[in-house]
């Protein structure tokens, strides 16, 4: 038998042959004009700082773990980040120690009302003085966020940071808390397994399995203070974790730095522009 093909048909392979070869060359040509180009997106301060040149990282009610002298160390991590990414002159000044600061200014608020009701006669004190009484006073360790809360007063205290303020030439004041404590965690978490086949292919898998896991919660406060005033002008607070294998004994200054390293471009994105870099693919 023989088999005829039309002319028709023969007439459209070339075409067909054609129109792919023109569709790869313009592919290709395009493919030799593609570029990508660095851009950098200006992020705004969410603070207006305008009215300060010079800033001063004071010092911060620091608890939890004794491992981390976490005042010194947020102090010094802030100044440093500070230098270099934002256009604030930093002061250089040593930490204030603001548990000793409360404590001090609590025994004397105390002691006021005391002073105030002696005399010849008896002393005769209410029961709403009393319980204001018990109200102030301060844990002398704070082990956790429910010893902090007395503390809160300190930053109220406006007199006082118009003091500071005016020994430094009123700069903005950054101050706060930081809580660093130890934490544990026990459950079912996700984890990847490798596993191979007969023929010696590798897959990775998830696997729900029980853990035990330990770490640290780190919990800053930021508060900014106008130090030609005293007041507060805003705040940033944030909290992060981290818990590792509990046989991984991963040093309490290494998972500080690790949180704090989460933490700090929100706090520059605070008080500085921030620019995000990035890249776009022109054609040409």
């Given amino acids: 038998m023989t088999v005829r093909f039309s002319r028709k048909t023969n007439n ?114 209410t029961a709403s003085a009393q319980e204001s009484t018990a109200a102030t006073v301060l844990p002398p360790k704070i082990k956790d966020e429910k010893d902090l809360e007395p503390y809160e007063r300190l930053f109220a205290n406006t007199a006082y940071w118009k003091r500071i303020g005016e020994e430094y030439q009123n700069p903005l004041i950054v101050t706060g808390s930081v809580l660093f404590v130890p934490r544990t965690s026990s459950g079912l978490v996700t984890r990847e397994t490798e596993v191979y086949d007969g023929l010696g292919r590798r897959r990775v898998i998830p696997q729900r399995v029980y853990m035990e896991r330990k770490g640290f919660m780190l919990r800053p406060k930021f508060i900014f203070i106008d130090g030609r005033t005293g007041a507060t002008i805003s705040s940033l607070a944030r909290r992060e974790e981290a818990l590792y294998n509990a046989q991984n004994e991963t040093p309490a200054l290494s998972t500080y730095f690790e949180l704090m390293d989460r933490i700090v471009p929100d706090f520059l994105g605070t008080l500085s522009t921030q620019k995000i870099k990035g890249t776009r693919v022109l054609l040409k």
């Fill in 12 to 125: 459209r392979l070339p075409l067909v042959l054609a129109a792919a070869a023109i569709t790869a060359a313009l592919t290709a040509a395009c493919g030799s004009e593609m570029y990508e180009v660095p851009v950098e997106t200006p992020i705004p301060a969410k603070l207006d700082v305008t009215p300060f040149q010079r800033v001063l990282v004071a010092g911060f009610v620091a608890g939890g773990t004794e491992d981390v002298d976490t005042n010194q160390e947020t102090v010094r991590l802030l100044r440093s980040q500070l230098r270099t990414k934002s256009e604030l002159r930093v002061i250089d000044a040593d930490p204030l120690q603001l548990v000793e600061v409360a404590q001090e200014q609590n025994k004397t608020a105390t002691a006021a009302p005391d002073a105030a009701g002696s005399g010849d006669g008896p002393s005769v004190r």
